[in-house]
Structures are given as C-alpha cells and as structure tokens.
C-alpha cells in the first residue's frame, strides 16, 4: 500500500525559511516523479513544485520560483521541499503527491495527509 | 496558465441522489481532465483520470465524461462518504491547475 507522510510545518516568521518532507513507502520511489500541492486556508488547490523520478527535471510555480527548492533522496525514499523567504500568502497545507510515472504528468494517484505551514509575525 | 472553473460552486444533496458537476478548461486540454475529493483533514483522493477512467478502488458510482474543453463529474447514487469538496484538474501542461472546487453538502 502506497503510503506518503508529510511532516516539517509550523509557525515561521516572514522572511524564515522551513524545510517539508514527505516519506513515501509501499512503492518504489524512485519510479514515479512527485510534487508538492498546497491549500490556502479557505481555498482550493495550488500546484507548487514537482520533480522527476530521477530528479533530474524539476518544475516551480510562478509564484514560489527562486524562493522554494524541490529535492529528493533516493536513500531515504523521502521528498523535501525546502521554502525561503516566506510570505503570508505561502500560508496553507502543503500536500506531497505521487505521480502515475516517471515523468512529471501531473497527474496525482496518491497524497500525504498534508503539514500545515503558517507565516506570521 | 489554463484556467478551470467548475459549477455549482455548492450543492445540496440527498443521500441515494444522481448528482453532476461541471468542470470547463479555458483552451482545449484534450482528455487530460482528473477528478480529485478532499475532505477536512484528509489526503486528497483520486478518483477520475484522463477525462474518464476510474481510478482503481474507487466505487463504480463515480463517472466522468467530456474532451475538449468541457467535462462532467457524476455521482449516480450519493453515498453518506461521498460528501466533501471535489476538484477537476487539468494535466495537459505545466503549471497543471484545479477548479476552485465543489462544495457536496448533505441536504
């Protein structure tokens, strides 16, 4: 069974940095490209960030590019999403989810539970 | 970016009801069309790809139809489970993006 589990959020200043993780288990990581997704309090879903199985292909959202690097270890079978200079509009649960291939499709077959992020003074 | 709208933006239901939802892409996206629930404090969950494939393990229920530009989510017989908030995305390019979702309440 295919299971992510997100972890990493919390309460960080503007302007601070934070670092998410996911662990993924039940699959081999390697194989599929992941992403992370987030949801805005009272909001729908925003694609962030995606990154291949191999990791060499990585893909930002406009709104997060030169600000959040995406990454993964293969070792670890964990998926990181590294966020600096945060904003108050980066407020929101952040999802990790699993790609149907290799290759960023974009199209989510299974999500982590999700880690609550909040930027606020 | 390709912009997704969806209708209603909430609807109420009774358990045993057909319920449609309405999702439209502002440019063709051809059948790259997936269908997603969330529930509060649950992971989001898959339920239709490319336009309309089930995903595996989900109760047959659920349908989905349309290309192009214009796609339908159906429900055909409500479930107490099956009340949450459902999203069409598109996955033709990058950056993919969702609808602003439909709120499915008990009536």
């Known amino acids: 069974e295919v299971q992510l589990s997100d972890s990493g959020g919390g309460l960080v200043q503007p302007g601070g940095s934070l670092r998410l993780s996911c662990a993924a288990s039940?699959?081999?990581?390697?194989?599929?490209?992941m992403s992370w997704v987030r949801q805005a309090p009272g909001k729908g879903l925003e694609w962030v960030s995606a990154?291949?199985?191999?990791?060499?292909?990585?893909y930002y959202a406009d709104s997060v590019k030169g600000r959040f690097t995406i990454s993964r270890d293969k070792s670890k079978n964990t998926l990181y999403l590294q966020m600096n200079s945060l904003r108050g509009e980066d407020t929101a649960v952040y999802y990790c989810?699993?790609?149907?291939?290799?290759?960023?499709?974009?199209?989510?077959?299974?999500w982590g539970q999700g880690t609550l992020v909040t930027v606020s003074s | 970016d390709i912009q997704m709208t969806q209708s209603p933006s909430s609807l109420s239901a009774s358990v045993g009801d057909r319920v449609t939802i309405s999702c439209r892409a502002s440019q063709s996206i051809s059948s790259y069309l997936n269908w997603y629930h969330v529930k509060p404090g649950k992971a989001p969950k898959l339920l239709i790809y490319a336009a309309s494939s089930l995903q595996s393990g989900v109760p047959s229920r659920f349908s989905g139809s349309g290309s192009g530009t214009d796609f339908t989510l159906t429900i055909s017989s409500l479930q107490p489970e099956d009340f949450a908030t459902y999203y069409c995305q598109q996955s033709y390019n990058t950056p993919p993006t969702f609808g602003p979702g439909t709120k499915l309440e008990i009536k």
């Open positions: 989810a699993k790609d149907r291939e290799r290759t960023v499709t974009t199209l989510f077959d299974s």
């Open positions: 039940g699959f081999t990581f390697s194989s599929y490209a």
């Open positions: 990154i291949s199985g191999s990791g060499g292909s990585t």
